[in-house]
């Protein structure tokens, strides 16, 4: 924690301020250490403050050590303005998920402070995981690669996808994870043309691919896998499509390396698609960062300006859907290294073809 304090201090002094305030639960965490609802992690030159009230005090000082906490008496914003006096903040950066009317309150009430925005800052501190992140991130993976072996002998004909959903967060839970990361994504035969086509009560018939989308929450993280397995043998069509899918996942996960732009990652899945005729079938952005939040920097699409660097972790998705017949999409976790990346996710991509 001390580290990513550091460096939210270095980027401080570039953007000219002496303190810097987030709300926001995941920065909050990543901070302090702090897991409640509720709290204002305050970080100047020297002091770090948790500014929180009297149901998490004992919480706070047990996981937040490094941080002095403040119990929040009357109203937060007295005590935040409080803290900014006594420190002599005069310039004060603040986050772009601050609300207007909160924004309004501490222009009102922090008297002679200057608000500065310091948009993307905590995420782009946070596009690189540091070893204890990877630790924690690593076993959501693991959950949801449990969770994908175990969920095959559980999909047959007759099931519906919800119970299948149902299935994949029981087991992850039993597993350890905190909760699903996300509505698992369950669309089996043309729902599989819906790219975010959440559970339902579908019944899944022979014949029909289905396409998995799900990851576990773990302790702050999240993992996100995304497979397409066939329940029995499937239209032709359906197996073209995810041969193609697959050779534009594979080259996107060997093409990324330290150097290389979203924007870059993106094409090489996208001009295997589209020369494979399916370009229009896949309208969305080939991959996104992952950790505390399931999208974040850097982003892998066709306007991203990120260029990926060793420690970053992102997801690697293309995906095909062709309305009225079905969709394949095949998505890994994967972590930059100093020369390529490490496929974290472990579960084959092979075609699976179930018995039914
Ligand atoms: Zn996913
Ligand atoms: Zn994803």
Redesign the pocket.
Known sequence: MTQRIEKLRTALKELGVDAFITEKGENRRYLSGFTGSTGWVIVTKSEAFLVTDFRYIDQAKEQAAHFTVVNNERKATEAIAKVLMENGVKRLAFEGSVSFSTYQEWSRAFEGVEMVPAIGLMEKLRMYKDESELTVIREAIRIADEAFSHILSYIKPGVRELDVALELEFFMRKQGADSSAFDIIVASGARGALPHGVASDKVIQAGEMVTL?F?AQYKGYHS???RTVAVGEPDPKLKEIYDIVLRAQLAGVQALKPGLTGKEADAVTRDIITAAGYGEAYGHSA??G?GMQ??ELPNLSAVSPHVLEPGMLV?M?PGIYVSGLGGVRI?D?CLITENGCEILTKSTKELLILPV
């Open positions: 989308d990851g996100d896998i995304t991959g996104h992952l399931v999208h997801t998705e998505e976790d």
